[in-house]
């Protein structure tokens, strides 16, 4: 098993910036990917951004450009920086991490004002 557990998120103006962590533990040698998924309400939830153990990197087309995603394997953890926020990115966010099974954490909220 997994744990994950996400901090940052809260609310911020149009155009601010927000930083989320996640720290995984337990059994991390069956981690190989971890990300960030968010959900906003009645919309499925949707991939942000993912990084491998190497650290290649996967983003959305929707926040390419405004986010960066990034991860110390040494420390189990990873953040996902937020620029430019849109009250479209308004959504809980979710830390994910696994390969062949995945584990979530427990979200945590991200609302953009206009």
């Known amino acids: 098993q997994v744990q994950l557990v996400e901090s940052g998120g809260g609310l911020v103006q149009a155009g601010g910036s927000l930083r989320l962590s996640c720290a995984a533990s337990?059994?991390?040698?069956?981690?190989?990917?971890m990300g960030w998924y968010r959900q906003a309400p009645g919309k499925q939830r949707e991939l942000v951004a993912v990084?491998?153990?190497?650290?290649?990197?996967n983003y959305a087309d929707s926040v390419k450009g405004r986010f960066t995603i990034s991860r110390d394997n040494a420390k189990n953890t990873v953040s996902l920086r937020m620029n430019s926020l849109k009250p479209e990115d308004t959504a809980v966010y979710y830390c994910a991490a696994g390969s062949v099974e995945w584990y979530w954490g427990q979200g945590t909220q991200v609302t953009v004002s206009s």
């Open positions: 337990g059994s991390i040698f069956s981690i190989n990917a």
């Open positions: 990084i491998s153990r190497s650290s290649g990197t």
